[in-house]
């Protein structure tokens, strides 16, 4: 590539840069106990011999022409089992060293790396969706909650998998996944605690002054239980038990209730 020595220039952690013309994303990693600050991660373009091979014994025997390897880069290997250089990757559990070490030169060539959304990117995105998912718990129906939350997860990880097949943009996902699930489930679980205590509350206090079918309106919205009144227009009907006066004076209470 033409780039001298001294024009590289190394940040632990962040990236190396090859004087203009490419500058490579490093991440930092614990890797066997040590912790590795120029951690690239592999652009991968496909399985087992994506990049072209050529057997050695070919070239020994002068079967293939010098002129095939004009201008070319040509990475000396092994592919055979007993050799022990097959490695698992993201895309092959059986995948030849050379040819990762083949993919990382593509990567530095063509300048085409993946890159990890930093630490403070990932949490900001973690709390946005952690009170998106509280508001909606908070805010809605159990069942329409739901859906929502479904609808939520699956929008995100489309999101997550076109910016990296098409960006080279990894976006964390398990985290923020989590969060939404656990927001969620946390606040429902809180609020069938608090409605069902607050139903107990409203069934004993008005289980012997009212109708059955009042008190199940009253436990389903619980906000019509305040002071001052509503202005509605109205049909009313007043019915007395004849001779109510003079029967109540006759028993007790707990009888005429009866």
Not at 81 to 91: A, E, K, N
Not at 120 to 135: A, D, E, P, R
Not at 168 to 177: N, S
Request: hydrophobic share 45%; aromatic share 14%.
């Amino acid at each position: 590539m033409g780039i001298n020595k001294k024009d590289i220039v190394i940040k632990p952690g962040r990236y190396i840069k090859l004087g203009n013309k490419v500058t490579i994303p490093i991440y930092r990693r614990i890797y066997k106990g040590i912790k590795c600050d120029t951690w690239m991660l592999i652009n991968y373009y496909g399985s087992f011999r994506t990049f072209r091979y050529i057997s050695y014994y070919d070239v020994l025997k002068k079967r293939v022409p010098p002129v095939y390897f004009k201008d070319k880069i040509a990475l000396l290997g092994t592919s055979a089992t007993g050799l022990m250089d097959l490695r698992p990757t993201p895309i092959q559990g059986i995948y030849p060293g050379v040819e990762i070490h083949a993919t990382i030169l593509k990567n530095i060539l063509n300048n085409d790396f993946i890159v990890k959304t930093g630490f403070l990117t990932t949490f900001l995105i973690v709390v946005l969706l952690g009170m998106l998912s509280g508001t909606i718990a908070l805010r809605l129906k159990p069942y329409w909650g739901f859906l929502l939350i479904v609808l939520l997860m699956v929008i995100y990880l489309l999101l997550c998998y076109k910016l990296f097949t098409k960006q080279d943009l990894w976006v964390e996902v398990v985290r923020p996944v989590i969060t939404i699930i656990f927001t969620y489930m946390g606040i429902m679980v809180y609020r069938y605690l608090t409605e069902e205590r607050e139903k107990k509350f409203i069934r004993t206090a008005f289980q012997h002054y009212l109708a059955p079918s009042v008190i199940s309106q009253l436990t389903e919205n619980p906000e019509m239980l305040k002071l001052g009144g509503e202005k509605k227009v109205l049909t009313a009907f007043f019915s007395d038990v004849a001779g109510f006066s003079t029967i109540s004076e006759q028993l007790t209470p707990e009888e005429l209730v009866q």
